[in-house]
């Protein structure tokens, strides 16, 4: 039987649909896109049976969700912090809030999302780099990783640093922004004052750079401003920052990565990331794994980052689903 934190967004969904039944299921459909109706009814025809505990999880989590929308969008941020803190306490409240304003985030850009890395790089490279930071604000985090690592060096630093600054942007800037993009992209939408780009956001962006940029980008915009850099790492999770994890989180993304990327990433490890993980392992797991580092030799520096990288890049969208959580600092409290 799959339990229900074992479970990706869309298979969470399907258990909504299921649960809620075919007639309200077959309204539901009407407002999705061909292609989520096509992996949503894919989800539910592979889905095994749920425990009753777990679908009441699925379902609480949903209506969570919905009223934290709800409350958001009728009373504003503020009103809702204080009506879902009652409901549910304040960790709950904050994780909620943060959830569903990265969902109702403008969709000025949606266009750009769905672009390739490398039309979008060709479209903005020459423009100015508050624009491409506009842009990239409103782009994917992987997107917005490949286009920065690609443009001129002095460019890169001016718009990591323009992105990490932004707060907020006017219908008016964004519409102007749109005009010029609008001959080769499509579904120009208006759009309310919105929060865009920001530390968190350069954060999540700079996560999916490669090593070598990263470190680039870091070393100039310490010279620049230091205590952005600063705030801007502090808010980063690489590698080394597994140790923070506690075991259950540990555990989880274990399952999750290649044991081909857990040896190369160890290879380069420093000792207390290495314990950590290697206790949060099976005994015949870890015997193997030890086995296969003995082993593997002549490994590249650039494999080893790689490597971790992805399993970076595990962690993080295993947090974005709701099935680990990240801590640093000692900042947020875990109530088990």
Request: hydrophobic fraction near 40%.
């Amino acid at each position: 039987m799959i339990r229900s934190r074992y479970l990706n967004g869309s298979q969470k969904a399907a258990a909504v649909i299921i649960a809620l039944g075919t007639e309200s299921a077959s309204r539901i459909y009407k407002y999705l896109r061909n292609d989520e109706i096509e992996q949503i009814t894919m989800e539910i025809a592979h889905m095994s049976n749920l425990s009753p505990e777990d679908t009441e999880d699925i379902l609480s989590s949903f209506y969570q969700v919905c009223l934290t929308q709800k409350v958001i969008t009728e009373g504003g941020l503020e009103y809702a912090r204080a009506v879902l803190e009652k409901a549910f306490g304040p960790q709950t409240a904050n994780a909620l809030i943060e959830r569903i304003t990265k969902n109702l985030q403008t969709k000025a850009f949606e266009f750009v999302r769905k672009a390739d890395y490398k039309n979008l790089l060709a479209l903005i490279q020459n423009e100015h780099p508050q624009t491409i930071a506009l842009i990239l604000a409103y782009a994917r985090a992987d997107q917005a990783a490949a286009v920065i690592a690609e443009l001129p060096k002095d460019k890169r630093i001016d718009v990591v640093e323009r992105i990490a600054k932004m707060d907020r942007a006017s219908p008016e800037i964004i519409h102007i922004v749109e005009e010029k993009l609008e001959r080769k992209f499509s579904s120009v939408i208006s759009v309310d004052f919105t929060e865009i780009g920001g530390v968190k956001y350069i954060a999540y962006v700079m996560n999916h750079m490669d090593r070598s940029n990263e470190k680039y980008i870091f070393d100039e915009l310490s010279k620049k401003d230091a205590k952005l850099s600063d705030e801007i790492l502090k808010n980063m999770f690489v590698f080394e920052d597994i140790v923070t994890l506690d075991n259950l989180s540990i555990q989880r993304f274990i399952r999750e990565v290649d044991t081909k990327d857990l040896v190369y990433a160890l290879k380069g490890a420093n000792k207390e990331v290495a314990d950590v993980i290697f206790s949060n392992m099976s005994q015949r797991m870890a015997e193997t794994i030890r086995t296969d580092l003995e082993y593997t030799h002549n490994v590249r520096l650039r494999d080893v980052e790689e490597a971790q990288q992805r399993i970076v890049a595990t962690i993080r969208r295993l947090e974005e689903e709701g099935e680990l959580v990240i801590t640093k600092g000692g900042k947020d409290e875990i109530i088990a």
